[in-house]
């Protein structure tokens, strides 16, 4: 196993989508490439808004972290274990249930592992309760989201989204996803784990893996033979 390797670039990536959503940055290099000029009545701030973190393992907690540097009117956590890394500084989040976080964040960023407990969590009815200003953002996999109802939610203009995971992948081009209006979706072909300096930490790690194998010294081991 090659653990944390990528909890800064995937943190980031968080963070680019949820400024690509509020400032129609994709919306903008569109309208120019047509040679238009205004685009829109205007973005909206990240400052003072509500985010909510969902899953506060690693990455969720480097989220979490980037995200109060913008000045955030609440933090708000969730995660099955309560952590106290999230509610002590610099982050000095709040853990609320799950179902609040639909209900009163402006920003949703979805950062659970994809198990068997996982699997289509973020369901329809907990997306229903976004409201229409919300940003709802995926790093994790895609298998965590009810995709289907997803694409039908974000193609009635239920709320919008930034999403670097899919289900399947590579995405099929006559998926529902791929059908949503440009305005509402930002779509990143998994690569928020992709950085030089990530892919970096990742070959040395992998290569200490095998030298202490090797050695007799395995570390990072997921199971015993």
Request: one cysteine or more; a neutral charge; hydrophobic letters at 45%.
């Amino acid at each position: 196993n090659v653990p944390a390797y990528s909890t800064d670039s995937v943190a980031e990536l968080s963070i680019g989508l949820t400024l690509a959503v509020l400032r129609e940055i994709p919306g903008g290099e569109r309208t120019m490439r047509k040679g238009g000029w205004a685009h829109s009545a205007g973005g909206i701030e990240l400052r003072n808004k509500v985010v909510g973190i969902v899953g506060l393992g690693d990455i969720g907690l480097a989220t979490a972290q980037l995200f109060r540097a913008f000045g955030p009117r609440e933090l708000l956590g969730w995660s099955r274990t309560e952590k106290d890394a999230f509610t002590a500084a610099p982050i000095n989040g709040k853990h609320v249930p799950l179902e609040e976080i639909f209900e009163r964040a402006d920003i949703v960023s979805i950062h659970v592992a994809l198990n068997a407990a996982t699997l289509g969590f973020v369901s329809r009815s907990l997306m229903e309760k976004l409201r229409p200003e919300a940003v709802l953002i995926n790093v994790a996999r895609g298998g965590v989201i009810d995709q289907a109802a997803m694409a039908e939610l974000l193609s009635a203009r239920r709320f919008r989204a930034g999403l670097d995971v899919f289900e399947p992948e590579p995405v099929p081009s006559d998926d529902p996803i791929m059908g949503v209006p440009a305005d509402q979706v930002v779509l990143t072909p998994h690569v928020a784990y992709k950085t030089c300096e990530a892919l970096q930490r990742r070959m040395v790690i992998t290569a200490d893996n095998l030298r202490l194998y090797a050695d007799g010294k395995p570390r990072n081991v997921v199971l015993d033979a």
